[in-house]
């Protein structure tokens, strides 16, 4: 993981508006620390007050429902899960809020095929604008009204995906043509160019995603990218990975860190994807903790906000996926044992970050940050130009940028043993662990 930190450079910045800028600038200029550290606070507030609203449409009974269970990490019967099998018979939408990140929201909106809804009205009567992206759903094949859709939603802007879900009905319905040993039957279909003499579970999905991809082709889509999904492991298996960072890549810079903390990390990719976004914030988060409700500590000569700072750690471990709930739900994901995962964390759980914590580590900071420190200093935004003086003899800057940094790294660090050591031994190894 330490790429991630060596390519982040100091105008590796968070979406800050130059009103923000100019006025932290005006207040370190001043001298005024107090103040700029304010100013951090506002905007990491304002920050967490980002809203992203994911759409999920298509035909009824093409398991939109489930998807949208799946999109929060739920199981269907989970308490706060979409509720499956409810007919549609009105234009209302559903929200339903992520359960640890409630900035983000799936909407379960009413099917495309029902009677009330048709392609020219349907935008309009689920407030278009209120979503940041579309995602449509079907278990079999794409319709027409599928793809007027697609060519309205686009036509106004926004993206679009479309998801074929149930595939692993599909790849096992064609898994029972074969025998034990993978050679197609005798009494089943006879091999053609699409079905092999041996099974190839690569060779069906190929073969579900073209047909999906020509039938939309034939619909008047151009060049369509159908994900392939199921159910259970939809995070792990199949284009799950794939269709979350795609999500991912195509949201503006604004909105990237309010997805990824409700990702679960399934790869080393969304890993290092995670700890990046997360470095952004190094210098913002410590400014912030050198005002306001400050707390002496012994061996710097300016207090520190230590709630800032715990609550920057617990978001830190929430993220990384190191809290009771998420170790539980993914040790019963890949069926091992929580405590399996937990041996190979070396940083505190969410549930451990206290006040008495943070003040143990940045007392144990303060001689590594006094020994960085020009390095520190460099990893400062260009823009501040003189927090350096302002801050260096005080130490309470580097010494919570050097907390924070260390912190996360080795968070990181234990989120890509506790993947390792999760998908150890399973199939999934091989296409995540990259």
């Known amino acids: 993981m330490a790429s991630a930190e060596a390519h982040l450079e100091a105008e590796a910045l968070p979406h800050i508006s130059d009103g923000d800028t100019n006025e932290i600038r005006a207040a370190v200029e001043k001298g005024d620390l107090r103040a700029a550290a304010t100013k951090a606070q506002e905007i990491l507030a304002s920050e967490e007050q980002i809203q992203l609203h994911i759409a999920v449409t298509g035909e009824s009974g093409s398991g939109k429902s489930s998807f949208v269970n799946a999109m929060r990490g739920l199981q269907d019967r989970e308490e706060g899960a979409a509720e499956l099998g409810v007919m549609e018979t009105t234009m209302e939408c559903s929200p339903y809020p992520h359960p640890q990140h409630s900035h983000v929201t799936v909407w379960d909106l009413p099917g495309i095929g029902a009677p009330s809804c048709t392609p020219d009205t349907y935008l309009k009567q689920v407030h278009f604008d209120r979503y940041d992206f579309f995602i449509i759903i079907s278990s079999s094949r794409f319709t027409q009204n599928a793809a007027t859709l697609a060519e309205e939603i686009q036509a106004r802007g926004k993206r679009f995906y479309f998801v074929r879900s149930k595939v692993d009905q599909d790849v096992s319905n064609e898994r029972r043509l074969y025998d034990e040993e993978g050679v197609l039957k005798a009494k089943g279909k006879q091999a053609t160019e699409t079905r092999s003499q041996r099974y190839d579970e690569m060779a069906v999905l190929l073969r579900i995603r073209q047909d999906c991809e020509r039938k939309l082709a034939r619909l008047g889509i151009r060049s369509p990218q159908v994900f392939l999904v199921c159910r259970d492991d939809f995070s792990m298996k199949y284009d799950g990975p794939r269709l979350l960072k795609t999500f991912l890549d195509d949201l503006p810079s604004e909105k990237k860190l309010s997805f990824l903390r409700c990702l679960a990390i399934t790869s080393r990719e969304v890993l ?163």
């Not at 739900?329 to 937990?342: D, G, R, T, W, Y």
């Not at 970050?353 to 460099?378: E, H, M, W």
């Open 272 to 434: 290092r994807q995670k700890k990046e976004e997360l470095m952004k914030y190094f210098w913002l988060k410590s400014l912030a903790s050198c005002g306001g409700s400050a707390v002496p500590i012994p061996g710097l000569s300016a207090a520190v906000d230590i709630a800032i700072l715990v609550t920057s750690l617990k978001e830190y471990c929430r993220t990384f996926g190191l809290a009771e709930e998420s170790l539980q739900k993914l040790a019963e994901q890949v069926n091992k044992p929580v405590k399996e995962l937990k041996a190979v964390i070396k940083t505190p759980l969410e549930d451990e970050i206290t006040k008495d914590l943070v003040i143990k580590l940045l007392t144990q900071s303060i001689g590594g940050a006094a020994k960085n420190l020009p390095f520190l200093l460099k990893s400062i935004p260009t823009f501040l130009g003189p927090i350096g003086s302002l801050v260096s003899a005080a130490m309470a800057f580097p010494t919570t940028f050097f907390l924070l940094r260390n912190f996360l790294s080795d968070a990181a660090d234990d989120a890509e043993r506790v993947l390792q050591k999760a998908l150890e031994g399973t199939t999934q190894k091989s296409h995540l662990w990259s």
